[in-house]
């Protein structure tokens, strides 16, 4: 072998060593990732299951199969963070609720919002008060069993939200467009109905905890505007666009959510539920406000609107 053909094997090996080495990396790179990826998943999702002391709702006859796609309901609770309260000893307030019933088959989402100062029985407590204060007094649990007092409809899931965290989630992912749906003013921001905009955290904080403004809508125009910007966190936090900011959104979920949900039940709602997004129906209760006889104000429901409204949900979950 001549030395020119010597050192050019020896070259080529060479070569071949460092594209083996690269790859080698590349693979290892790769798998640190998944393994990652896995543990952060679990990681979140160990600290933020909070399951309901029950095995499933009472007006359920059987437990839903989420594996074959069963139509089930959540409710969502939005909670405050005021460290005031907690300092006293008291407990958080849901002053966002909202029950969501998702039929993969019909492809069909039904979200109801309940005004959080509804007149309703507390269950668990025997008293009637705003069912806002169901979440403080007796957490989830409570606050599930008087929102199925309400409605008459079986609640599966729950998972609660602290608003706070929203705010930095929404600013975490970019922000989010959103279509407002008055025109009013509120914190030194503009809001114009039919306009789209891009809102950061705060923005869309001060979109959805506007009421009393002129032109906002009071409480029905405020509920509204919770399920619009929780539409376009939702799908801001299911786009491509969401990828780089993975590690940040996991630690906001692990900080400020709470559900009953298992990692395993949530990953089979993301694989076999997405059809349940092409038609999103919005409800709100219909009734009247005013101040009670303890003095307090409340907003009471009608009966033709807690009519409508158990039917349109036992419809879309087939029951």
Known sequence: MSRSNYYKQKKMGLSKKIVLWFFGILVLLALIAVIYL????????????????????????????????????????????DAKRTANGGGQRSDTIMVLSINPQKKTTEIVSIPRDTQAEIVGKGTTEKINHAYAYGGPDMAVKSVEKLLNVPIDHYATIDMDGMQDMIDTVGGIDVTSNATFSYDGQQFNEGEKTHMDGQQAMAFIRSRKEEGA????????????????LANKLTSVSSIPHFNSIMNHIKDNVKTDLSIGELNKIRSKYNDANDNVNRHQLQGQGGIQDDGLYYFVPSDSSLSEIESSIKDNLGI
């Open 38 to 81: 896995g543990f952060k998943i679990f990681s979140v999702g160990g600290s933020i299951h909070n399951p309901l002391d029950r095995n499933k709702s009472s007006l359920r006859d059987k437990d839903v199969n989420l594996n074959n796609g069963d139509p089930f309901t959540v409710a969502l609770f939005g909670v405050d963070s």
């Open 217 to 232: 809508g009071g409480d029905f125009g405020r509920q509204e505007r919770q399920q619009i910007v929780i539409e376009g």
